[in-house]
């Protein structure tokens, strides 16, 4: 089979045949197969078996038919490298032993050792670089998101503690966000050595922030990250996860070639608001995969005729897949995005 790289012409708003498709967490429990996996290790036991982590990346890549592969990882994965103690606790996420309060914590957070901490992602990558067709996508988390796990302690709904680092204690906000983010270089700088055709940085939850507080706490860090990289020639994602609506306009400096949306923003609506400087990847609502199969090809053909009117569309969903979600239902919607759009774009359908 030749090598499948629509999804990279995507990203760079090239003309494509039909339009690729992958899923925000698109390896997970809602695969019988990869319970039965969880049932004998952890994530983190996971990603420090590369043929496992490898074979867990491949296992949606067979059964959905995405154009796109995503590492399996987490965004936490690489914060152990710099001096945070954490583990992924089923059914909460991320639970930090060391949150971050002080200064002096701040001060403690070491460079990332890439190589010495996390050569068992760089050999993941290595042996996807050689299975795959379709690119792999890796990832990092975005300063911010990191923050609310890390100054927190654990998964929160107000970001309560983060806000008020934020707000107090500017500084010391700026020096974490300034670690983190040269942590998020790093780290992708060495995938991208090692094989990565893309990387998405994940800032899941910023869409908290008011803009005026994105642009002056945040904003400079997530453009200095992605000036960092500028140089590496593979396509940049970031998504500004739930609630960012508001957010999108400021982003238009970012070196960034794709941006992706949450299902609040119509597609036109979100590259009007970015002003046509990315490629623009969602945002079909998760949970409209509770319905009945022809309701979901409707929902989906609505995102596809108004994501179609312009080159660099990329199908995917707002946020990530969910525990309960169909197999089924996603290997239907993936073959449907597939024929409709295929059919849409043929040359003299288009003409
Ligand atoms: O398939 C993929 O998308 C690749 C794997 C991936 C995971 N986490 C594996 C995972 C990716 C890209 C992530 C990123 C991630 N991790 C984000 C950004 C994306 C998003 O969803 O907004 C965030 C915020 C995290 C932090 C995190 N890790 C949370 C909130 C949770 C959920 C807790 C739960 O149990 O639902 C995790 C755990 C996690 N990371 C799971 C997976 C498949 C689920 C638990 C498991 O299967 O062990």
């Known amino acids: 089979m030749a090598y499948n790289d629509r999804f990279l012409r995507a990203c760079r708003k090239q003309p494509v045949d039909r339009v690729p ?13 990869y319970r039965k996996i969880k049932e004998k290790y952890s994530l ?56 971050v309060a002080t200064a002096a914590d701040v001060e403690r957070l070491k460079p990332i050792d890439v190589e010495k901490d996390l050569a ?26 990191l923050a609310s796990y890390i100054v927190e302690g ?3 709904r107000s970001y309560q503690l983060t806000k008020s680092l934020m707000y107090r204690e500017p500084a010391v906000w700026h020096s974490l966000m300034g670690k983190l983010s040269d942590m998020a270089v790093a780290y992708l700088r060495a995938h991208h050595q090692v094989g990565a055709k893309a990387v998405q940085l994940f800032d899941s939850w910023v869409g ?35 609630n960012s609506g508001e957010l999108l306009s400021s982003l238009t400096g970012l070196q960034a070639d794709v941006v992706g949306l949450d299902w609040r923003v119509p597609l036109a609506e979100g590259r009007s608001r970015t002003e046509g400087r990315f490629a623009v990847q969602g945002n079909l609502d998760p949970y409209v995969l509770e319905a009945p199969e022809a309701v979901i090809r409707e929902h989906a053909k609505r995102l596809l005729d108004e994501g179609m009117q312009e080159d660099g569309f990329i199908f995917n969903l707002g946020h990530g897949l969910y525990p309960e979600a169909s197999l089924e239902k996603l290997r239907d919607l993936t073959a449907f995005i597939h024929e409709y759009s295929s059919e849409k774009l043929r040359p003299e359908v288009r003409a």
């Open 154 to 156: 654990k998964p929160s």
């Open 44 to 99: 983190l036991e996971i990603c420090r078996q590369p043929e496992l982590a490898a074979e867990v990346t491949l296992m949606p890549v067979r059964k959905l038919g995405v154009d796109a592969a995503i590492l399996y990882s987490d965004i936490m994965n690489p914060v152990a490298s710099i001096g945070i103690d954490f583990d992924i606790v089923k059914n909460v996420g991320p639970v930090i032993h060391n949150p």
């Open 21 to 33: 498709v992958w899923y925000m967490r698109q390896a997970g429990r809602y695969d019988p197969d």
């Open 120 to 145: 068992h992602v760089l050999e993941t990558i290595r042996i996807l670089d050689r299975e795959l067709e379709v690119p792999l996508i890796t990832f990092a988390g975005a300063p911010f998101t």
């Open 208 to 242: 908290a922030l008011a803009p005026h507080d994105f642009r002056e706490y945040v904003l400079p860090h997530v453009k200095s990250i992605f000036e960092q990289i500028s140089d590496l020639p593979i396509p940049k994602i970031y998504f500004p996860g739930v």
